[in-house]
């Protein structure tokens, strides 16, 4: 290229090709020929130097062109000030506002954006009100930022809005465009429908967009595919938030066979390799049931996925507990390809871990998490790895990590109050609920759900019943089914069957089958058959696959001695086709995993395995051990005694911990983990194993932690 040939006002063009189109490469070559300055100085190339580099993330590059720049003007400022609210500094920023000679409406509407993304309110609105004080034209943008900075606050929020309506701001787009998404996303769904609605013919996409947004945010996807469908037939653009938005409808509803015919829409259109629609899709598959093969295949559609996309299919993964080595596995080839894991990524992975129980894997990603310098306070992290260490029952370490994080919110909280719950710790699940509430961190809907089955647990019936109107009078919760369920466990275990019953009928939900199964455990704790019939056959109907209802029926009859009965419900179980799923049962020992299933004979270990079971039996039954057949009735239909006693000696969970038993050093706790219930019998009798061996023995059920001890279970032999 020919240096005299350039003019100033060719130079200025390439210059401003290359921010336009983000063209580092140029624009550096260009700057080498700048500061050789055969060009004289000019603050307006200075200027657009800092831009390109901020534009293009290059914040220290972005600094040294402003420091370079001779005499930097307001836009100059306004460049720096925005490089580095783009990288989320607001603060130095700042500092470099307040050295701005007389700063335009640009470098206010800058600045006030940048606290706003990170949700600083107080520095955002004085510096909104700092305006309006000495009487600085506003506009749209202001107030658009302002609106977003408010957060939670929603009694500043309405300050803001009379303000913009009596300033006539409210006609603005992006005004509205703000307010339409700040009161969807703090749940003001009729306030954001009510301006959506009144915007008459001047709402422009973005609005149509929120709009999509805000329906999908509140699970009403079929408003939002109706809106769709409108913003189609007005023939109005279409961008990619827009179809991101579409799909979200379709996952709210887990409509899979809607969102099928919506991709091959995006195929013919060619959305369907747009990362952001690709991260739409990914998510509605690994929401929808039977939905996992979909999801890898648009992964692999495209070409060269970034952070995000890797996170939201480890996400999809982890999110279905039977892919969670898929998830580990995806996060490994993600580090292949070269992306380097930040905190979304580790939050999904380590909830794998939990789904695993794996402790040896949840520790590796703790340390590479630590390796990977993830700030040790960030709390999403923390929040992850405190449930994970509660899941893999080490929850010494749970509380150990809960401890040491400088700072908790609700998540943190829900955590904890869940892990002692679900450990049969429930005093320490109540007092940590009471300081939850000292310190003024808002309880969900989840945090109810564990506070309350604590409650059932420990008898607590007025203060259930405290917590329940609590929940609805003083946080505006509206309990779902699985808060009915807990009302139900509480009365029933106390014994109230009749207003457990009258809560099932006077419950705003139709009743699932958890709640009949509820009260159907009940009954039996409370010997009552004639509730029991009725609360089982509910269960039948709604569940007529499950095997569940039947056993618990078949083992009340038997406990009452009616064997006539006994049979008529395995001839039902017969006839309707039943079968109790099988059950199996893990372990994790120097780092891999036994699984075992009843009457296991593939494990290499298996014959050391039946030797110990068979001596430790004998020394059980001289403690006082009793096999209770009742628990191999149903199955082994027909079996003489003796064998149906060796079957229920051979239950995958007494394999699972006689296998630990004898593979761990003495005095060592063993965790123990089984797809179903854990049935009467063996919880029975590792309660003897645990007080022979002198052990700890820890086993999560599809329902609860069960940790035996000395002879007793943190259950309290029920559950
Ligand atoms: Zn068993
Ligand atoms: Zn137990």
């Not at 296991?600 to 110990?612: A, G, K, Q, R």
């Not at 590792?686 to 001890?709: L, N």
Request: aromatic letters at 10%; a neutral charge; proline letters at 3%.
């Amino acid at each position: 290229m020919n240096q005299i040939s350039w003019t100033l006002q060719s130079f200025r063009q390439i210059l401003k090709t290359c921010i336009a189109e983000r063209d580092l490469i140029t624009g550096k070559s260009l700057q080498a020929l700048y500061i050789k300055s055969f060009i004289a100085p000019s603050t307006y190339l200075s200027n657009h130097f800092i831009l390109l580099y901020s534009k293009c993330g290059r914040l220290t590059a972005a600094r040294k062109a402003f420091d370079a720049t001779i005499n930097p003007n307001v836009f100059s400022f306004n460049a720096i000030i925005a490089a580095y609210t783009k990288e989320s500094q607001p603060r130095i920023a700042h500092q470099l506002f307040d050295q701005i000679p007389q700063p335009d409406l640009v470098s206010y509407n800058t600045l006030i954006a940048g606290y706003a993304d990170r949700g600083d309110t107080v520095p955002a609105i004085s510096l909104f009100m700092g305006m309006r004080e000495i009487g600085f034209e506003m506009d749209g943008f202001t107030f658009s930022a302002a609106i977003t900075a408010c957060c939670d606050d929603i009694v500043l929020m309405s300050q803001l809005h009379s303000l913009a309506i009596s300033g006539g701001y409210d006609s603005y787009v992006s005004v509205n465009n703000s307010l339409v998404t700040y009161y969807s996303k703090n749940g003001y769904l009729e306030e954001a429908k009510r301006i959506f609605y009144g915007l008459g013919e001047i709402r422009d996409e973005v609005s149509w967009n929120s709009m999509i947004v805000v329906y999908g945010q509140h699970r009403e996807g079929k408003k939002a595919l109706a809106l769709y469908q409108e913003m189609v037939r007005r023939e109005l653009n279409v961008d990619m938030f827009t179809l991101a938005s579409v799909l979200t409808a379709f996952t709210c509803l887990e409509d899979l066979c809607g969102g099928h015919q919506f991709h091959a829409h995006l195929i013919k259109t060619g959305f369907h390799q747009n990362p952001h629609v690709g991260s739409g899709l990914i998510d509605l598959y690994s929401k929808c049931r039977g939905g996992m093969s979909d999801c890898r295949k648009v992964f692999q559609e495209i070409s060269g996925p970034d952070l995000v996309l890797w996170n939201t299919m480890i996400s999809g993964y982890s999110q279905n507990e039977e892919f969670s080595e898929e998830a580990l596995d995806c996060f490994r080839r993600m580090q292949r390809a070269g992306h380097r894991p930040d905190d979304c990524s580790f939050v999904c992975v380590i909830s794998a871990c939990s789904n695993l129980t794996s402790p040896s894997q949840g520790k590796q990603i703790h340390s590479l998490a630590l390796k990977c310098d993830i700030p040790s306070n960030r709390i999403s992290v923390n929040n992850a790895l405190v449930a994970m260490y509660s899941k893999c029952g080490n929850l010494q370490d749970a509380r150990r990590l809960f401890d040491r994080m400088p700072e908790h919110n609700t998540v943190s909280l829900n955590s904890m109050i869940a892990a002692y719950a679900q450990h049969g710790i429930e005093m320490q699940s109540l007092l940590l609920f009471e300081q939850m509430l000292v310190r003024d961190i808002p309880p969900t809907n989840v945090t109810f759900i564990s506070v309350l089955s604590a409650c059932a647990h420990t008898g607590k019936v007025e203060e259930g019943r405290k917590y329940f109107n609590m929940m609805k009078e003083k946080f505006g919760i509206k309990p779902e089914a699985e808060h009915y369920s807990c009302m139900i466990d509480l009365l029933g275990r106390a014994g109230k069957l009749s207003e457990a019953e009258r809560v099932i009928e006077t419950m705003p939900y139709n009743p699932g089958s958890i709640s009949w199964a509820t009260l159907l455990a009940a009954c039996r704790k409370h010997g009552n058959i004639e509730l029991a019939v009725k609360a089982a056959n509910q269960c039948i109907q709604l569940e007529p696959s499950n095997a569940a209802p039947y056993v618990m029926l078949a083992n009340i009859y038997s406990t009452a001695g009616r064997w006539d009965e006994v049979q008529t419900v395995r001839k039902l179980m017969r006839d309707a086709g039943v079968k109790k799923k099988p059950g199996c049962s893990w372990i994790e020992v120097n780092k891999r995993v036994h699984v075992f299933v009843a009457e296991d004979s593939s494990h290499p270990l298996i014959n050391e395995v039946y030797e110990f079971l068979e001596e430790m039996l004998k020394k059980m039954k001289q403690a006082g051990y009793m096999p209770d057949l009742r628990w191999a009735l149903l199955r082994d239909d027909g079996t003489r005694e003796g064998e149906r006693e060796l079957r229920l000696g051979h239950h995958s969970e007494k394999l699972a911990v006689a296998f630990g038993l004898i593979s761990t050093k003495e005095g060592e706790p063993i965790l123990v983990v089984k797809n179903l219930r854990i049935c009467g019998d063996c919880h029975n009798a590792i309660k003897f194993i645990s007080a022979i061996t002198g052990r700890e023995i820890t086993v999560r059920d599809a329902h609860r932690f069960h940790c035996f001890k000395e002879g007793q279970c943190s259950c309290g032999d029920y559950w």
